[in-house]
């Protein structure tokens, strides 16, 4: 975006609930929760409920014109002490090779649009709604939009520490820095999962609540540890796809080690109870009972612990990359072991294809997979 800098999401909302509202804003990102949260701030501040028909308006860029939103934005809002907003979404979008126009509007019509929204009078309010795009940012200094912008990508820690506590404020709930800072680091830097334990703790408690930090630990630690359960679960009946999106959620939440550390424990608790179940040595446990059938083979479950065993060294040593290797493991838990080629050892393709580039020998040492032996196939 232009140089100067630009604001963020906790910036437009403080200014908004300041009642600071300016005729142009560019929402720039792709973030859509983020998005929603501005569009609904501006809404209550500026729109008549009893107008709300007449006076919001929300097009997409594929269905309206430059002329359309000139028009739009410049009527006179019909209720008396409300303004008028209207709201223009996918003014750039992803496309197929980066960043690309609304298919409608074109370049051609999205600097008209920018054009009629620094003209915009003060008495309305327009936004537009996009991603960010080089000419685009050439665009918006050229007509002076640059102060309009708003960033509304992933937010930071700092940043969402803030959202929190708006949004607990909107909830009716008094939520601390502290107890904010803390549902931050156990639910992870994703907006939408750090909303949703902010909706949970809004049903928990009463309006006007204090939030502590002991009642933040309870309740969000509560949805960590059952997210957790949900990947060792998934992991354990083999499904390797449901575990890896699990897998992914998790890998935002707080400490990436103190996370990995945890799945280590539980599996590892868990792949002991089956060795000794699949060596005569004991029955099958509470942890193991329902996913003992997956398992049936004492060599993959010893296999499984070396894996394990390996993960937890290098994390300990301080060696990058554990989340790569526990979900290298996860995707192992597909295989059965008749498989005549490993892509996960072979190349750097996608898992499951039998072409792409030059390989390396298999390694039977790397794999948890009891019996695996080097393809015969070449490489195409």
Known sequence: ???????????????????????????????????????????????????EAFDYESWLADDTSPEAFEQHIRQVAMGSTGRRLVVVKGITRPGAKGPAWSQRLGAAGVERILATLAAAP??????????????????VGRHRLARAVVAVGQPGA????????????????????????????????????????????????????????????????????????????????????GALGVLRRLETWGNPREIVLGIIAWLTNAFVDLAALRSGAGGPSWRVRDCARWWPSLPEVNRMLQSLYRINRDLVTG????????????????CRGNARFCDIQAGPRSFGTRTGGPGRAFDPALCPVPGRRPSRRKNQ
């Open 1 to 51: 975006m232009p140089r100067t800098r630009v604001a963020t999401a906790r910036d437009a909302l403080a200014r908004i609930e300041a009642g600071d509202i300016t005729p142009a804003w560019l929402l720039i990102g792709d973030n859509s929760l983020l998005v929603d949260e501005i569009l609904a701030a501006l809404k209550s501040r500026l729109v008549d409920p009893a107008f």
């Open 158 to 241: 700092d940043e969402l520490v803030t959202l929190a506590r708006h949004w607990a404020r909107a909830g009716e709930l008094e939520l601390a820095p502290e107890a904010a800072r803390l549902l931050v680091e156990t639910a992870g830097i994703d907006a939408a999962i750090v909303r949703s334990e902010v909706t949970k703790l809004a049903a928990a408690f009463p309006p006007g609540t204090a939030v502590s930090v002991a009642e933040v630990r309870a309740l969000a630690g509560g949805s960590r540890e059952f997210t957790l359960a949900e990947y060792i679960s998934r992991f354990l009946r083999r499904d390797a796809g």
């Open 122 to 139: 003060a008495e309305n309010c327009g936004v537009l709604v996009g991603i960010a795009k080089r000419e685009l940012d050439t665009m």
């Open 319 to 334: 060696r990058p990359g554990t989340f790569a290797r526990l979900e290298t493991l996860t995707i192992c838990t597909a």
